[in-house]
Structure formats: structure tokens, C-alpha cells
């Protein structure tokens, strides 16, 4: 079985620019999260989305957007890019919505913002 | 926000020792979660602990989910070379808010053979 996908793994873009960084779940998972992940810090939470809703929201700006399509996949939309913005993307999916489901992270896109 | 302190920051030891970490907070968390994560890869989940005072082995790892519901600890026995990494504390309110997984800052561990 598939884990859970992440595209691209490498991006550099420049200040200013749009990215769509892109999140295929584990076949059956119906929530998917997007964390950020600065160098030598943990993942900060950015979105969770369940059955196609946003359920959650981290303290990130409206220039990050999230969605999930009918197949349960997500994009994580970033405009106006920043120098701040290179980091680690994870994308984390999960069976259901619930405190006992667990998250399985993927290997993550690393943005570059130059 | 809600803040997790994890110490120590990192650790140098020799294989074969037993190694200690651990997170606290100052908000109550009704799961605690222990990661790993290795270069480039994203975090993988170790332990997973559900109540208060919950005591979890997994292999060589046991974690403790504190009575206060306000800390955790992790302890990796007879540490190996495959040890090395970042270990990760993630605490989970539920409520609504289960998909926000607030981590600590990492404990970087390197073993030396």
C-alpha cells in the first residue's frame, strides 16, 4: 500500500511568486493536515481538512489556502512568497476524524524561496 | 498558543545506554504522541498515549503520559546506531481541534557505535 504522497519533494521559487504543493492521502483516509516545518524547529500546524471541509486553521496569513478535492488528495496553496515561507511542507493524512485516529506524515515538499 | 518545552535539545551518547526525553506544557493535552523523524523524511509515529498516567512500551521505547496531563516522557533503552535522529513530542487537545498536533521543538540524538 501507498503512504502518503507529497509533490513535488523540491521546489525553489522567488519572492513574490504562487506555489500549489499537492497531497495524496492513504487510500481509505478521509482527513488530510498540512504542517510547516522550519529548519531545526517541529511542524507547525497549518490546515486540517475532513471530507472535503476545513476543520481546522493554524495561525498562518491568508496567503496560505488549502482544499480537498472528491478523492480525499489536497492542495496546499501559498501566494505571495516570502523568504520566510522555505520550509519543510508535510502533509499528514488520517482514517477519520477522531482523537484515536493517528497521523501518517509524509516525506514532505521542500520549498525553497530565493 | 499553546507551547511544548522539550528537553534535552540534544544528546550525545554511546550505544548500548539508556536515554531519556521528555516535553511539558503549560495546557492540559488529551494525547500525547512521540515521533521520530530522520534527514529528509517527514515524522514517524513511535507511541502513541491516549490517558492520563497511560504507561506504553513499543521495543526498546516506553512513554508516559504525566498524571497532571501536562507532560510526557520518553525512554529508549540499550540506544543503537539506528537511534540516531529527531525525536519529536506532539500533544493533542481533541474537542474540535483534532487535527492540530502541537510539537515540541526536537531532541536531536546521535549515538556513537
Known amino acids: 500500500d501507498a503512504g502518503v504522497t507529497q509533490s513535488p519533494t523540491h521546489l525553489i521559487k522567488t519572492r513574490g511568486q504562487h506555489v500549489t504543493l499537492r497531497c495524496s492521502p492513504i487510500?481509505?483516509?478521509?482527513?488530510v493536515s498540512w504542517y510547516q516545518q522550519v529548519l531545526g524547529q517541529g511542524p507547525q500546524f497549518i490546515f486540517q481538512y475532513y471530507e472535503k471541509e476545513e476543520r481546522g486553521r493554524g495561525n498562518f496569513p491568508d496567503r496560505f489556502s488549502a482544499r480537498q478535492f472528491p478523492n480525499y488528495s489536497s492542495e496546499l496553496n501559498v501566494n505571495a512568497l516570502l523568504l520566510g515561507d522555505s520550509a519543510l511542507y508535510l502533509c499528514?493524512?488520517?482514517?477519520?476524524?477522531?482523537?484515536?485516529?493517528?497521523?501518517?506524515f509524509g516525506s514532505g515538499t521542500r520549498l525553497t524561496v530565493v | 498558543g499553546q507551547q511544548l518545552n522539550q528537553s534535552p535539545q540534544s544528546m550525545f551518547i554511546q550505544e548500548g545506554e539508556d536515554v531519556s526525553m521528555n516535553c511539558t506544557s503549560s495546557s492540559i493535552f488529551n494525547t500525547w504522541l512521540w515521533y521520530k523523524q530522520d534527514p529528509g523524511e517527514g515524522p514517524v509515529l513511535l507511541i502513541a498515549l491516549y490517558k492520563a498516567g497511560e504507561l506504553t512500551s513499543n521495543g526498546r521505547l516506553t512513554a508516559q503520559f504525566g498524571i497532571t496531563r501536562k507532560d510526557s516522557f520518553l525512554n529508549i533503552s540499550a540506544s543503537i546506531p539506528s537511534d540516531v535522529g529527531i525525536y519529536f513530542c506532539?500533544?493533542?487537545?481533541?474537542?474540535?481541534?483534532?487535527?492540530?498536533?502541537?510539537f515540541g521543538q526536537g531532541t536531536i540524538l546521535t549515538v556513537h557505535p
Open positions: 499528514a493524512s488520517s482514517l477519520d476524524w477522531g482523537i484515536n485516529y493517528g497521523y501518517t
Open positions: 487510500s481509505g483516509h478521509k482527513s
Open positions: 506532539a500533544g493533542q487537545l481533541g474537542d474540535t481541534s483534532y487535527g492540530k498536533l502541537t
